[in-house]
């Protein structure tokens, strides 16, 4: 008699998971107590007993991958990215705050501070303003490298606090006051005729400076407040740097994402049950629908605005009633950007990092 | 400006450490993703071996291709999968700046009804 497996009876469906591996696969339950199937299968041959090939196939992969994107202005972007490993769009959120570069104050040069913050604290404060420049326009630059036009940024900060008409001058010095200098530094190496960059030519003859004045991207942050007779001259100079160095070169304020919430009704949920469970949610996800005979049925409406708190599912029987899960491949990543680039360059640069990692690596191995 | 060193044996290229230095779990976590998902790769893992040491060592082994063949293609797949990826970013967010001043024409013209595209 020839063997027969329970995979050849005509009620197992080929080709597909059952529907409860599918569920695990795709879905992280979140439970009253603990979230389950956390994991994401990765092992090509999970599903070999079913017959199903779990390997990467890369034209499944570039059908299935969508984006859609929610919101985007100057400094925010929300989007969603779909069809994609957490290890890899993690990827991405890990560059960007880390290895995406911009330019930052990285030396200042104080020719005379007689206000009360210190020079060291004043320098790192310095260091912290977000510079308004593409940082693709610049190199970077080596402890022996010399300050040239194309890794050096200079500006200048020249207050002098004074009372002028009974009203105190300069009372708060603020990012606006950093002047940029295209011709580089001013302030002479001392015995010398040389200033401490080099420059070969203005870096206003570049066209893309031309236009766009070099400039800490917010005006009103405080750097210091003086009393009148106080004064702060200095010279800071930006070089471009990545945010694993230092978090002043990260070019985002938050990059992150969160898996798509699923919130779903095990059964039909009625009357006093209904309006209980809208009470239930403090972010509004459910709404009641009015049916015949003054009868309300309870409906998910906004499940993108859960939280995951869990409200809803703890109480007696509510697990039974109501389950939250998470998509598992689906994210919803938002980006706010310092201002350095615009959030939808910054993400599309975090790809092309990655590219260039696995390209210097393929380099190396052949 | 990344070194890398293939730590194997020479009679057995099946299975190798492969040792990366200025890397971390950015690229180690999405190639070992890769590799698990490649029906030619029998274990794949990486790790850090010291927290202040800027290395990840990849071990990858394989039922019978060459592990450096294998971390080759992954890291050709992972280009690929990139690539594909900013252009649809690029088309999504292109498309995201169509609707957008479609529907700020629409609010000027006084049309109250939501564009569609």
């Known amino acids: ?366 | 400006m990344a070194s890398m060193m293939e730590l194997g044996s020479e009679e057995d290229p099946c299975a190798s450490t492969f040792s990366l230095v200025d890397e971390d779990h950015t690229l180690a976590n999405s190639l070992r993703y890769i590799l698990n998902r490649d029906p030619r790769v029998e274990f794949c893992g990486y790790s850090i071996p010291h927290p202040s040491e800027n290395r990840v060592n990849i071990r990858i082994q394989t039922t019978g291709d060459p592990a450096k063949d294998v971390l080759k293609d992954a890291l050709q797949d992972l280009m690929v999968m990139c690539q594909h990826i900013r252009k649809t970013f690029t088309n999504a967010v292109d498309q995201h700046k169509v609707a957008k001043r479609q529907g700020e024409v629409s609010m000027k013209s006084g049309i109250t009804e939501p564009s569609t595209e």
Request: negative net charge; contains cysteine; aromatic residues 6%.
């Open chain 1, 1 to 366: 008699m020839a063997p027969t497996s329970a995979l050849d009876m005509p009620d197992m469906p080929s080709g597909k998971l059952p529907p409860h591996l599918e569920l695990q696969r795709t879905r992280v339950i979140c439970a009253a107590d603990a979230a389950a199937h956390t994991e994401s299968i990765q092992y090509s041959g999970a599903y070999a007993l079913s017959r199903i090939d779990n390997s990467l196939r890369l034209r499944e992969f570039c059908d299935n991958f969508r984006v859609e994107v929610f919101s985007l202005n100057e400094d925010d972007i929300e989007f969603d990215m779909i069809g994609i490993d957490a290890a890899i769009a993690n990827a991405f959120r890990r560059i960007l705050i880390a290895e995406v570069p911009t330019m930052a104050i990285e030396k200042v040069f104080v020719a005379n501070n007689t206000s009360v913050i210190q020079e060291e604290v004043l320098a790192h404060r310095l260091g912290l303003v977000p510079l308004k420049v593409d940082p693709r326009l610049f190199e970077y630059k080596s402890e022996s490298d010399l300050a040239n036009e194309k890794n050096t940024i200079v500006l200048k900060l020249d207050v002098v606090c004074s009372r002028q008409d009974g009203r105190i001058k300069n009372a708060t010095v603020k990012s606006e006051q950093l002047q940029w200098l295209p011709n580089g530094s001013e302030y002479q190496i001392e015995k010398t005729s040389k200033t401490y960059t080099s420059f070969s030519c203005s870096q206003e003859t570049l066209p893309a400076l031309k236009d766009n004045p070099i400039a800490s991207r917010y005006p009103d942050i405080i750097l210091a407040k003086l009393r009148p007779g106080q004064c702060i001259e200095l010279e800071a100079h930006a070089v471009k740097g990545m945010g694993k160095t230092h978090a002043k070169w990260s070019p985002v304020a938050t990059a992150r994402y969160r898996m798509l919430p699923e919130v779903a009704l095990l059964e039909n949920i009625r009357d006093s049950l209904a309006e209980e469970l809208v009470e239930k949610c403090p972010v509004n996800v459910f709404d009641i629908e009015d049916l015949s005979r003054g009868r309300k049925k309870a409906v998910v409406a906004r499940p993108r605005d859960c939280t995951l708190c869990r409200e809803c599912v703890l109480g007696d029987g509510w697990d039974k009633r109501v389950q939250i899960r998470r998509v598992k491949e689906h994210f919803i990543f938002s980006v706010e950007s310092t201002g350095a680039l615009p959030p939808d360059v910054l993400f599309l640069e975090s790809v092309k990092i990655l590219e260039e990692k696995c390209q210097r690596l393929l380099v190396e191995l052949s």
